[in-house]
């Protein structure tokens, strides 16, 4: 039975989100990021949006626990097994000429991001198994959805989306009402219901049809590209995909419009979505700086004003010398991403077995059981062999940063930074990873999840921001949820906190729960204030960690961390 789609045209406002969408209807590189809370319409507006492209358009949905297998393709194990080793498309040759939607895609395994958004963005996908290769046009309109609340997108990935609309219940009541009316109407009948919106449903296709026709005649005059240059410069943003979706956004949107060429008000009506996610300010303009000549009271900002800028400071890391972390790995269980989620990395086969249930297939070790049983190569489920691989081991290094206001005197931010960056740049290795928890205002945040990428790691802090209060305990709860048996946890703070999870003392519940947390840690202690009261070495001794002070970290070339011998279920 075919499930009813919710029109597109009857999503009430939301304006920002449906011209993301239509946009990408018009061109598929055009691939869009939904950011919003929990009951926002993102995936009910996402579904409909395959109903205004030209048929057949499927919308295929992909679940966050899809194997790379299901994802891109693999061996058709049925045909395998009649002796005829051929590849199976996957999801990505399901989606072409539609919408691929991934929901919650930050919590999608890191490898599979990776895959998917270089895909989407050549519009060829190449599958090689076991020895076999294919490939075929994956053109599709790729839609990614999150909750903020639910954890961050890594920032590599972050700028390979085009697009990005942050979408937001509404709270005008009378607005409410109308949403609930439609779809308690559309649930009752959904028929009927289409048919009161069919006349708005096939002017919207009809103008996203015309528009896919013209979009490759729409001119976009070098000043206007230049403008456009400038434009994303001024704001700071780095990524050159910034112009380029800028441009292509610009020309999607003058051919919805039915305009022969890009103009100025196209480019600032897509600013805001290519810079949304790119920029702090999401791309509008901000407000001028006072200008020479002002009156004190015109020039000096609200007290409110003043602690927003605090709070958004941004320090540029300082290099420091750092010595290189050593961890004892002698009988460490092996690290892993956590206990549910696979991260796709692997080690060396070392060896293949025998199992009618290959979780990945040993096609060479399974042919020739075959031959050697029956002399042919029809397979028979006796014949499947997997390959075992040989588990990495490494370290997860787990960073919780202070960044709150205290860290803004003398800059100081700078020396955490740059020290972060200094003993990732000397300790980390091949197989290791590495997650960031920082904790400033009223709550931590997970600014990276755990990755092996280490630019990714670079990245975030460069553009990390100073400022607000301390909520140390908030970020030893959130670290409780990224230990492993090989986690490896540096706090760098300077002992302060004064932000309670529970309503008590917040140096009580923070000393609390540190004497939870089972795992290697180091304090690094950032206070650099003659005579202090010694927060850091105190909490140090409650997380049985060892200690050391920011300026003693040059001191010495190496230092040593002993590993606590954790069983594995004990995180």
Same mark, same amino acid.
């Given at each position: 039975? *075919?499930?009813?789609?919710?029109?597109?045209s009857?999503?009430?406002?939301?304006?920002?989100?449906?011209?993301?969408l239509l946009?990408?209807a018009v061109?598929?590189?055009?691939?869009?990021?939904?950011?919003?809370? *929990?009951?926002s319409?993102?995936t009910?507006?996402?579904?409909?949006?395959a109903?205004?492209?030209?048929?057949p358009?499927?919308f295929?949905?992909?679940?966050?626990?899809?194997?790379?297998?299901? +994802?891109?393709? /693999?061996?058709?194990?049925e045909?395998?097994?009649?002796g005829?080793?051929?590849?199976?498309?996957?999801?990505?040759?399901?989606a072409?000429?539609?919408?691929?939607?991934?929901?919650?895609?930050?919590?999608?395994?890191?490898?599979?991001?990776?895959?998917?958004?270089?895909?989407?963005?050549? /519009?060829?996908?190449?599958?090689? !198994?076991? #020895?076999?290769?294919?490939?075929?046009?994956?053109?599709?309109v790729?839609? =990614?959805?999150?909750n903020p609340?639910?954890?961050?997108?890594?920032?590599?990935?972050?700028d390979?989306?085009?697009?990005c609309?942050?979408?937001?219940?509404?709270?005008?009541?009378?607005?409410?009402?109308?949403v609930?009316?439609?779809?308690?109407?559309?649930?009752?009948?959904?028929?009927?219901?289409e048919?009161?919106?069919?006349?708005?449903?096939?002017?919207?296709?009809?103008q996203?049809?015309?528009?896919?026709t013209?979009v490759?005649?729409?001119?976009?005059p070098s000043e %206007?590209?230049?403008?456009?240059?400038?434009?994303?410069?001024?704001?700071?943003?780095?990524?050159?995909?910034? @112009?380029?979706?800028?441009?292509?956004?610009?020309?999607?949107?003058?051919a919805?419009?039915?305009?022969?060429?890009v103009e100025? $008000?196209?480019?600032?009506?897509v600013?805001?979505?290519?810079?949304?996610?790119?920029?702090?300010s999401?791309?509008?303009?901000?407000?001028?700086?006072?200008?020479?000549?002002?009156?004190?009271?015109q020039?000096?900002?609200?007290?409110?004003?003043?602690a927003?800028?605090?709070?958004?400071?941004?320090?540029?890391? *300082? &290099?420091?010398?750092?010595p290189t972390?050593?961890?004892s790995?002698?009988?460490?269980?092996?690290?892993?991403?956590?206990?549910?989620?696979v991260t796709?990395?692997?080690?060396p086969?070392?060896?293949s077995?025998?199992t009618?249930?290959?979780?990945e +297939?040993?096609l060479?070790?399974?042919?020739?059981?075959?031959?050697?049983?029956? =002399?042919?190569?029809e397979?028979?489920?006796?014949?499947?062999h997997?390959?075992?691989? *040989?588990?990495?081991?490494?370290?997860?290094?787990?960073?919780?940063?202070?960044?709150?206001g205290?860290?803004?005197?003398?800059?100081?931010? !700078?020396?955490?930074?740059?020290?972060?960056?200094?003993?990732l740049a000397r300790s980390?290795?091949k @197989?290791?990873?590495? &997650?960031?928890i920082?904790?400033r205002?009223t709550?931590?945040?997970?600014?990276?999840?755990? %990755?092996?990428?280490? $630019?990714?790691?670079?990245?975030?802090?460069?553009?990390?921001?100073?400022?607000?209060?301390?909520p140390?305990?908030?970020?030893?709860e959130?670290a409780?949820?990224?230990?492993?048996?090989?986690?490896?946890?540096?706090?760098?703070t300077?002992?302060?906190?004064?932000?309670?999870?529970?309503?008590?003392d917040?140096?009580?519940?923070?000393?609390?729960?540190?004497?939870?947390?089972?795992?290697?840690?180091?304090?690094?202690?950032?206070? =650099?204030?003659? =005579?202090?009261? #010694?927060?850091?070495?105190k909490?140090?001794?409650?997380?049985?960690?060892?200690?050391?002070?920011?300026?003693?970290?040059?001191d010495?070339?190496?230092l040593?961390?002993?590993a606590?011998?954790?069983p594995g279920?004990?995180?």
């Amino acid at each position: 039975m *075919k499930r009813a789609i919710y029109p597109f045209s009857a999503v009430v406002g939301q304006s920002e989100m449906k011209l993301a969408l239509l946009l990408a209807a018009v061109d598929w590189r055009l691939s869009v990021l939904l950011r919003g809370e *929990k009951g926002s319409a993102k995936t009910t507006t996402a579904r409909g949006l395959a109903a205004l492209m030209p048929e057949p358009a499927p919308f295929v949905n992909l679940p966050i626990g899809a194997t790379e297998d299901r +994802l891109l393709g /693999g061996l058709h194990l049925e045909r395998a097994l009649k002796g005829d080793a051929v590849l199976k498309p996957g999801l990505l040759s399901e989606a072409h000429g539609g919408v691929l939607y991934v929901d919650e895609i930050n919590l999608l395994p890191a490898h599979l991001g990776d895959t998917l958004l270089d895909t989407a963005s050549s /519009g060829v996908n190449v599958i090689e !198994r076991e #020895g076999l290769s294919a490939s075929h046009a994956a053109e599709f309109v790729l839609l =990614g959805s999150m909750n903020p609340e639910e954890g961050s997108l890594r920032p590599q990935l972050l700028d390979r989306f085009a697009l990005c609309a942050d979408v937001h219940p509404p709270l005008d009541p009378a607005e409410r009402q109308i949403v609930v009316e439609r779809r308690i109407a559309f649930e009752r009948d959904a028929l009927q219901f289409e048919e009161a919106w069919a006349a708005e449903q096939k002017t919207l296709s009809a103008q996203v049809s015309g528009a896919r026709t013209r979009v490759n005649s729409i001119l976009c005059p070098s000043e %206007t590209l230049a403008w456009i240059s400038a434009t994303v410069c001024e704001m700071g943003v780095r990524s050159l995909r910034a @112009d380029l979706a800028v441009m292509r956004a610009s020309i999607a949107y003058a051919a919805l419009m039915d305009d022969a060429s890009v103009e100025q $008000h196209h480019v600032t009506t897509v600013l805001p979505l290519v810079l949304a996610h790119r920029t702090r300010s999401g791309g509008r303009p901000q407000q001028a700086a006072p200008r020479p000549g002002r009156s004190q009271n015109q020039a000096q900002p609200t007290v409110k004003e003043g602690a927003q800028q605090a709070m958004e400071r941004i320090f540029a890391p *300082k &290099a420091i010398a750092t010595p290189t972390l050593r961890i004892s790995t002698v009988d460490m269980p092996v690290r892993g991403f956590n206990e549910t989620v696979v991260t796709g990395h692997h080690g060396p086969v070392i060896r293949s077995r025998p199992t009618d249930t290959p979780r990945e +297939l040993d096609l060479r070790a399974t042919l020739s059981h075959a031959v050697a049983a029956t =002399g042919t190569v029809e397979l028979r489920p006796d014949d499947l062999h997997e390959r075992v691989r *040989k588990p990495r081991r490494g370290t997860r290094y787990l960073f919780l940063i202070d960044s709150s206001g205290s860290h803004a005197a003398k800059e100081r931010m !700078r020396l955490v930074k740059g020290a972060v960056e200094g003993l990732l740049a000397r300790s980390f290795k091949k @197989d290791d990873e590495v &997650a960031i928890i920082v904790f400033r205002g009223t709550e931590a945040q997970s600014i990276l999840e755990p %990755t092996s990428a280490l $630019h990714d790691a670079i990245m975030v802090l460069e553009y990390l921001p100073t400022g607000g209060r301390t909520p140390l305990v908030h970020a030893l709860e959130l670290a409780r949820g990224y230990l492993t048996p090989s986690t490896v946890l540096i706090l760098l703070t300077d002992g302060h906190t004064n932000v309670a999870l529970k309503g008590g003392d917040p140096w009580e519940e923070a000393v609390e729960i540190a004497g939870q947390l089972r795992c290697s840690a180091l304090v690094v202690d950032t206070d =650099g204030v003659p =005579g202090s009261l #010694g927060q850091s070495r105190k909490f140090a001794e409650a997380l049985n960690a060892q200690y050391i002070a920011l300026e003693d970290l040059q001191d010495s070339d190496a230092l040593e961390i002993t590993a606590q011998q954790i069983p594995g279920d004990s995180c």
